[in-house]
């Protein structure tokens, strides 16, 4: 009964266009296409569970709030197994897949992953996993660090693969904890000295910190408060917000963190958030014409709904790192005529056509086609909406995720160019020690994952640039991990006056002065160079002393050589130069040198 009081409940929120999905056992697995080896597909389509703060007993998860981000890649992922299908990539095998709404929640991730390994819908308890075998082989996401860690270390009993396409904690990259697990981006290690050194190329050394509570926030915050201070660059703040998105006191967070902003001095500030918490960050900042230089962590660096949002102009600058982008083939056609195949089922594009196309009463979202009330019916419905919502150069790493995973399978199944000799039902550890020690070429580039799973293949820096009352991403550098350096291509940001703004915790010292410092490396005080030292440049440390057989007043830039004159008598005798002791013939006594001469 319970059942199929939930399947109602979906069937009429869906009608409805409301973005509600509910859990139920039977409908568990949102999306699913036979084959002979299955792939498994974590995609937060839903961004929030409901009532988890009062949550009791174990019930049923309802999630909410579509986001179209996880919704894309999941397509790109599915969109790139079918084109491997139709190629015969891997002879004589169809790939299919099964796709299960973690809602952006640890705890449900779990769920969704021992429902996926079950049997008969009970999940077997062995002695010796190495003899573990399930009809999924290979896991793919999460989106979220906070997500495919618990799953990391569930899958890791198992030695069951998983792949990732954007979790960057660093946590992932240890193999005693995660010892399955692989991704094709860099660990947050990198991004956090990229980051540094960003603000470093700038002079900003006193900058602000958001963060995120969870275990993509605090081991980011933590990593880049070590390369800060190598940097030398100071933290003005550093602010907490809740993950959860449902968290009942998120906007009264919102207004704390937005007023320690605009009271800071500091003029950058990181944000190691969601783009979700970005959105409501900016909106309360914009209510009074709050502008500062942001910096975006990788989560929201390329996101498309912030770069449209309400008044995003008036934010200020915003640079970002992004992971490896490109341009799925076909993807876009693909995307303009979707559709669910024959035999295959998604209840993510159904409730996403239903979403864009639908109108029944009234019901409407920000996604809502301006003709939905034209349209006849919403499943059979399409437009080109999503290529301008989403950044699907980001989707690129799916494609190159799922081809990794193929290219290990081809090799363990010894795969020709007609036939796969070997068992489609191996043992999923089988494909961990092969993703290790492959390299492959996709679209004319090598790949390789390095000894913790990892890729470390840098980062694009990006400039949010103003277009029309929106933003658009524009690469404006680079961060290559080999050598560790910054290169940023300074006549591509077009700062106002053409001067770079300043967020310092001090003003910079003028010629004359050094540098008193307090407690906090980069505040300090300017005083004057003492009498017989100079600094001939700004921010220095320290004055320097006049060299042998010079001197200056206090405050000088330079020091003055001695000089020679005869007197009347014919001796000869060293003197400073007037323009420093204009009414002395001798310099003063504890440093005038011995007299030449008769």
Not at 29 to 38: N, Q, V
Not at 294 to 314: C, E, G, L, Q
Not at 383 to 392: E, F, G, I, Q, S
Not at 488 to 501: A, E, F, G, Q, R
């Amino acid at each position: 009964m319970a059942s199929h009081t939930c399947l109602c409940v979906l069937w009429l929120a869906v009608m409805l266009g409301l973005r509600v999905h509910c859990d139920d056992t039977a409908s568990l697995c949102g999306a699913y296409a036979p084959g002979d080896i299955i792939l498994g597909i974590l995609g937060s389509v839903h961004s929030t569970v409901n009532d988890l703060e009062t949550r009791i007993r174990p019930d049923k998860y309802t999630c909410t709030d579509f986001d179209l981000i996880p919704f894309v890649e999941s397509l790109a992922l599915i969109h790139t197994i079918e084109t491997i299908n139709d190629s015969g990539f891997l002879p004589g095998i169809q790939l299919g897949y099964q796709m299960c709404d973690p809602c952006a929640y640890g705890t449900k991730a779990l769920q969704c992953v021992e429902h996926m390994l079950s049997i008969n819908n009970s999940f077997p308890v062995l002695a010796d996993n190495s003899n573990f075998t399930s009809s999924v082989k290979v896991f793919f996401g999460e989106r979220y660090s906070e997500l495919s860690i618990p799953v990391a270390k569930f899958l890791s009993l198992y030695m069951i693969p998983q792949i990732s396409c954007t979790s960057s904690s660093p946590t992932l990259s240890d193999k005693s904890r995660c010892a399955s697990f692989v991704r094709v981006i860099p660990s947050d290690v990198y991004q956090t000295k990229a980051l540094a050194k960003l603000m470093k190329h700038f002079n900003w050394d006193w900058v602000g910190v958001v963060f995120l509570d969870d275990d993509y926030g605090k081991p980011a915050l933590e990593n880049f408060l070590q390369d800060s201070k190598e940097e030398h660059v100071c933290v003005a703040f550093q602010e907490v917000l809740p993950n959860y998105l449902g968290f009942k006191d998120m906007q009264q967070r919102i207004e704390l963190v937005a007023a320690i902003i605009r009271n800071s001095t500091a003029k950058v500030v990181l944000l190691i958030l969601r783009a979700e918490h970005v959105e409501m960050l900016f909106q309360e900042l914009i209510k009074t014409n709050t502008t500062r230089i942001w910096i975006a962590s990788d989560a929201w660096s390329t996101t498309r709904f912030v770069m449209k949002m309400k008044d995003i102009n008036k934010v200020g600058e915003i640079f970002g790192f992004t992971f490896l982008t490109g341009k799925i083939p076909g993807f876009e056609d693909y995307l303009k005529k979707l559709s669910i195949k024959q035999g295959v089922r998604n209840d993510f594009i159904r409730e996403y056509k239903q979403m864009r196309f639908n109108c029944s009463h009234g019901e409407q979202s920000e996604h809502t086609s301006p003709f939905a009330c034209s349209v006849p019916d919403p499943q059979a419905a399409n437009d080109d909406y999503l290529l301008h919502a989403v950044d699907l150069t980001e989707a690129y790493s799916q494609r190159v995720a799922v081809y990794a995973i193929v290219n290990a399978i081809k090799k363990l199944l010894k795969c020709s160019e007609t036939a796969c000799p070997g068992d489609t039902n191996f043992m999923p550890w089988q494909l961990v020690e092969i993703l290790h020690e492959m390299n492959f070429t996709l679209d004319n580039q090598m790949f390789s994952f390095d000894k913790l799973g990892d890729f470390k293949n840098g980062y694009d820096l990006i400039r949010w640039t103003m277009s029309g009352d929106e933003r658009v991403p524009q690469v404006v550098g680079k961060f290559l991990i080999k050598n560790g350096d910054i290169e940023v291509y300074n006549d591509k940001i077009p700062w106002t006056n053409t001067t770079v703004p300043l967020s310092r915790c001090s003003e910079p010292c003028p010629v004359g002065t050094e540098k008193k410092i307090s407690r906090i490396s980069c505040c300090y005080n300017c005083t004057k160079c003492n009498e017989g030292s100079y600094s001939n440049a700004a921010d220095q440390p320290s004055c320097h002393p006049c060299p042998e057989g010079s001197w200056s007043l206090p405050g000088s830039k330079e020091c003055q050589k001695w000089k020679r004159k005869t007197h009347h008598k014919g001796h000869l005798s060293h003197f400073m130069s007037d323009e420093i002791w204009p009414d002395v013939r001798t310099p003063p006594s504890h440093t005038m040198p011995s007299t030449l001469g008769g």
